[in-house]
T-cell receptor, first 115, second 116 residues
Framework: ETGVTQTPRHLVMGMTNKKSLKCEQH?????MYWYKQSAKKPLELMFV???????ENNSVPSRFSPECPNSSHLFLHLHTLQPEDSALYLC??????????????FGPGTRLTVL | AQSVTQPDIHITVSEGASLELRCNYS??????LFWYVQSPGQGLQLLLK??????LVQGIKGFEAEFKRSQSSFNLRKPSVHWSDAAEYFC??????????????FGKGTKLSVKP
């Protein structure tokens, strides 16, 4: 596998379920990101990890819980979600976090539907 | 606050025609500007980026963009569109908030349709 992979690609869950999204990057990068892409809204940055430490948490509700066990893997744990949380969740990585010049590489996303 | 505006939600062009997608930004300092493309069911792919120097930037797939500071614009162009260019295009600016330098602020995107 190359680049950034995400699993599952599609997920349907009820509001009382607990599920997790997984992201893996095979690029040797040090920074990883979670974005939310909703219809008719700009991409929203949710979380950023740099060298496995969370460096950004943009006022995301606590029902979203990120985890970065190592620099290659990033998880987004979901619990008691709301229907408005239905969206495409994108993972990205970059070589480092502290430079504009580093390109962010995106995974294909997980399409989440909350019933 | 930094922001990115893509005025056109949806554009349709004929195959072989030229294309220009508009992007305007609001940013107090020297901007770092990006164009990404998202094909259906795919993640975002970087087309090109501008940091400094020559204001005309060449990217992949035959795309180019021109940075115009006086107009706060970074429009994306292609001289001849192919059917495979049908996708959604996002302009982004590198932001510095919360003391960090690695964040991107995205526009809402422009969906490009290509007719035969």
């Amino acid at each position: 596998e190359t680049g950034v992979t995400q699993t599952p690609r599609h997920l349907v869950m009820g509001m009382t379920n607990k599920k997790s999204l997984k992201c893996e990057q095979h690029l040797g990068h040090n920074a990883m990101y979670w974005y939310k892409q909703s219809a008719k809204k700009p991409l929203e940055l949710m979380f950023v990890y740099s060298l496995e430490e969370r460096v950004e948490n943009n006022s995301v509700p606590s029902r979203f819980s990120p985890e970065c066990p190592n620099s290659s893997h990033l998880f987004l744990h979901l619990h008691t979600l709301q229907p408005e949380d239905s969206a495409l969740y994108l993972c990205a990585s970059s070589q480092d976090y502290d430079s504009y010049t580093d390109t962010q590489y995106f995974g294909p996303g997980t399409r989440l539907t909350v019933l | 606050a930094q922001s990115v505006t893509q005025p056109d939600i949806h554009i349709t062009v004929s195959e072989g025609a030229s294309l220009e997608l508009r992007c305007n930004y609001s940013y107090g300092a020297t901007p770092y500007l990006f164009w990404y493309v998202q094909s259906p069911g795919q993640g975002l792919q970087l087309l090109l980026k501008y940091f400094s120097g020559d204001t005309l930037v060449q990217g992949i797939k035959g795309f180019e963009a021109e940075f115009k500071r006086s107009q706060s614009s970074f429009n994306l162009r292609k001289p001849s569109v192919h059917w495979s260019d049908a996708a959604e295009y996002f302009c982004a600016v590198g932001a510095n908030y919360g003391g960090s330098q690695g964040n991107l602020i995205f526009g809402k995107g422009t969906k490009l349709s290509v007719k035969p």
